[in-house]
């Protein structure tokens, strides 16, 4: 098994993308991030990719006609660098037919949730204003839904009962930084396998 070439997509300050760009570098993770890109030309993911000189790029969506050419310009970029598994991280887009048949079960997302709760935005919010007691995070394989893909992995956070959005946000991302890497693991060893809705892991 070869070192692993990732395309992270990022819309916002990138912590996750650290996570794994950290872990690439220190030899956690058999992988490399070759590219990192933004629907947000502010995004501070952009800033952490220029300082680990990865290569970067602002794709403007507003700048083309449709979510299609949009994305054919993404994938455009991906090929380029030879991506292998595209990473999303807090990347704030639905994905389109053209990503999700150029890379098929090799596209990942983090959701700040024990999916299927609390899809969507402000997953954080709706688990405290929901009362639950338990929340987390899920990495899964993208699908066309809104975080509906097959579950690869989740961690579960207790909810304190004087937690609000911001102090169980906190809490779930530790444990998103670390399942991101370990379910980017299973990939690059080849023990990921979907079958229907189910991830088998060998
Ligand atoms: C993370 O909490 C991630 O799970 C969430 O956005 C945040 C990005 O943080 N993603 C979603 O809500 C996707 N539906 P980061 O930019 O510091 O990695």
């Given amino acids: 098994m070869g070192v692993l070439k990732i395309g992270v997509l990022a819309s916002g300050r990138g912590t996750n993308l650290q996570a794994i760009i950290d872990a690439a570098r220190d030899g956690r993770l058999q992988a490399r991030v070759v ?3 933004s629907d947000k030309e502010q995004a501070y993911a952009l800033q952490r990719a220029a300082k680990a000189g990865i290569p970067h790029f602002f794709i403007n969506p507003g700048a083309y006609p449709s979510k299609d050419s949009y994305e054919r310009v993404i994938v455009d970029i991906l090929r380029q660098h030879e991506v292998e598994l595209v990473c999303l991280a807090g990347y704030m887009r639905i994905v389109g037919p053209v990503m999700l048949e ?3 079960n090799q596209m990942m997302n983090i959701h700040p949730s024990l999916l299927p709760s609390f899809p969507g935005l402000h997953a954080q919010r709706q688990a405290v204003e929901y ?3 338990f929340s987390g995070c899920t990495v899964h394989f993208v699908d066309e839904g809104v975080d509906t893909g097959p579950i690869i992995l989740q961690a ?3 909810v304190q009962q004087d937690d ?4 169980l946000a906190a809490r779930i991302l530790e444990q998103e930084h670390r399942i991101y890497i ?3 693991r ?3 060893e080849g023990r990921l396998m979907v079958e229907g809705r189910r991830v088998i892991i060998n």
Avoid: K, N
Wanted: hydrophobic content about 50%; overall charge negative.
């Fill in 35 to 37: 590219v990192v890109i």
């Fill in 102 to 104: 150029t890379f098929p």
């Fill in 131 to 133: 009362g639950v007691r």
């Fill in 156 to 158: 579960v956070v207790p």
């Fill in 164 to 167: 609000d959005e911001e102090s």
């Fill in 182 to 184: 370990e379910a980017i």
């Fill in 186 to 188: 299973l990939f690059q």
